[in-house]
């Protein structure tokens, strides 16, 4: 079993950073794959990042492509999502994902971290 937990999101102003976290605990961190989604009331919750296990591919939704950048670091088994020139639109909540076996299947889920970007 594994358990994940996110943290920083907030309330910022457009076009400002914040800096998502997400710890997962309970597995062998560093053979998982992991991703942050996001998604606000009434819609599906939307992929938003992942990164591999050797931290050697990334990937990105189109929507955060040159905005935001996830890393990893083993040694803390931690996750991280940096934003950058946050928009309007990035409001939602984020969620943090590990993905055990292959990428395309997220098994552990945390609770979720809200960001508010306000204009």
């Known amino acids: 079993q594994v358990q994940v937990g996110e943290s920083g999101g907030g309330l910022v102003q457009a076009g400002g950073s914040l800096r998502l976290s997400c710890t997962a605990s309970?597995?062998?961190?560093?053979?998982?794959?992991l991703g942050w989604f996001r998604q606000t009331p009434g819609q599906e919750r939307e992929f938003v990042a992942a990164?591999?296990?050797?931290?050697?591919?990334?990937y990105y939704a189109d929507s955060v492509k040159g905005r935001f950048t996830i890393s990893r670091d083993n040694a803390k088994n931690t996750v991280y999502l940096q934003m950058n020139n946050l928009k309007l639109e990035d409001t939602a909540v984020y969620y943090c994902?590990?993905?055990?076996?292959?990428?395309?299947?997220?098994?552990?889920w945390g609770q979720g971290t809200q960001v508010t970007v306000s204009s």
């Open positions: 994902a590990v993905a055990t076996d292959t990428m395309s299947v997220y098994d552990y």
């Open positions: 990164i591999s296990w050797s931290a050697g591919n990334t």
């Open positions: 309970g597995g062998t961190f560093s053979s998982y794959a």
